[in-house]
């Protein structure tokens, strides 16, 4: 399928819709923004210039003024949609809003426009069922922030025309992410599955007393993640055996097995035990200096990201 991307519409303009909206304008897309808040409309193009301008001091971008000149803020979603080649929707993660916001979308977009919805985990098949269009609706679900973190996954359902997730992954990959494409809808997609199972691990160790949350995450942050920011977990262990992942699995598998086999029965994060997590983590840090945390993190992004590109590692954005 022959499909242009020149003019994106991004619907929602919280966390993840800026984030969007730097992404496709960097890479040369025409970029028109509609959140119904008012408050956010007004805020979003200082929020983006300040990103941009921390991303041009770590040399992520050149020519701020140019990408923000392919950005312009409409007042109602037609303005924003109708014309548009591409709609990101990244509305509240709720079925009900998303299937509202789905459906006013399809009424007012072209007939042959593509619809991502930046999604977490809600499958595009709970709220499109019954929209205008809706063979033109798939998942395409970023990491947050989109604009420092490349991966989305492309997910469709069982009604997306099918030539729409190569088309889109094109498209991404084109603009400087790094696509994946489920075969079919599954609760929480890869990516929050692999973290899930993770999480899951990390409050069961906490809440059976085996080390503190700060420690725990220390076992990520300078042990697991080390290797994790550029390769993944099967490329990890065919390189932790002389004989690679079939040498890994007859060494280890058992070990993986026997661990699993005690975790069939999982627990609720229980409110006890997130009382007991939070406590150590406000200490470590209070909930008034979240914010100037969360800018720490997308410095240290910034300059991960910087790194990978100058050693072309090729997680490289
Ligand atoms: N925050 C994350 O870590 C993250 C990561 C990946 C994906 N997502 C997904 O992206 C989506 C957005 O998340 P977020 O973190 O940016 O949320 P957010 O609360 O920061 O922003 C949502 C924005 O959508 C706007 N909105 C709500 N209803 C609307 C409507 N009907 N029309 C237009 N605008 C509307 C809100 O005013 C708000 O500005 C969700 O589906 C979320 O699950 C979030």
């Not at 059976?208 to 262990?237: H, K, N, Q, Y």
Request: proline share 5%; glycine share 6%; net charge negative.
């Amino acid at each position: 399928m022959n499909h242009r991307f020149e003019r994106v519409a991004i619907v929602g303009a919280g966390l993840v819709g800026a984030g969007w909206a730097i992404v496709f304008a960097r890479a040369g897309q025409s970029v028109s923004i509609y959140d119904a808040q008012y408050a956010a409309r007004a805020s979003v193009l200082d929020w983006i210039a300040d990103s941009l301008s921390d991303m041009e001091r770590s040399g992520l971008v050149r020519d701020v003024p140019a990408i923000m000149a392919r950005i312009t803020i409409s007042d109602s979603l037609e303005d924003a949609v109708s014309e548009a080649d591409y709609i990101q929707e990244s509305v509240f993660e709720r079925v009900d809003v998303k299937r509202a916001i789905s459906q006013a979308i399809g009424a007012a977009m072209r007939a042959d426009a593509i619809v991502g919805s930046s999604s977490s985990g809600i499958p595009a098949s709970e709220f499109t069922s019954d929209v205008a269009k809706r063979e033109r609706f798939i998942i395409a679900h970023p990491v947050n922030p989109p604009h420092l973190i490349p991966l989305v996954e492309i997910v469709p359902a069982p009604w997306t025309d099918p030539s729409i997730a190569p088309v889109l992954r094109d498209f991404m990959e084109s603009a400087g992410q790094k696509p994946i494409v489920l075969s079919r809808e599954i609760e929480g997609f890869v990516l929050n599955r692999l973290q899930g199972a993770l999480l899951n691990e990390a409050w069961a160790l906490f809440d059976a007393g085996i080390a503190s949350a700060a420690d725990i995450d220390r076992s990520v942050s300078d042990g697991l993640g080390m290797r994790w920011s550029f390769m993944g977990p099967f490329e990890t262990i065919d390189l932790n055996a002389p004989g690679g992942v079939t040498d890994y699995a007859e060494r280890l598998g058992q070990l993986y097995h026997s661990i699993a086999m005690e975790r069939q029965h999982p627990e609720r994060w229980s409110p006890e035990l997130i009382t007991r997590v939070a406590a150590e983590r406000r200490d470590a840090l209070p909930l008034e200096d979240l914010a100037s945390r969360c800018g720490w993190r997308d410095r240290m992004l910034m300059a991960l990201t910087a790194h990978r590109t100058m050693t072309n590692g090729d997680a490289g954005a």
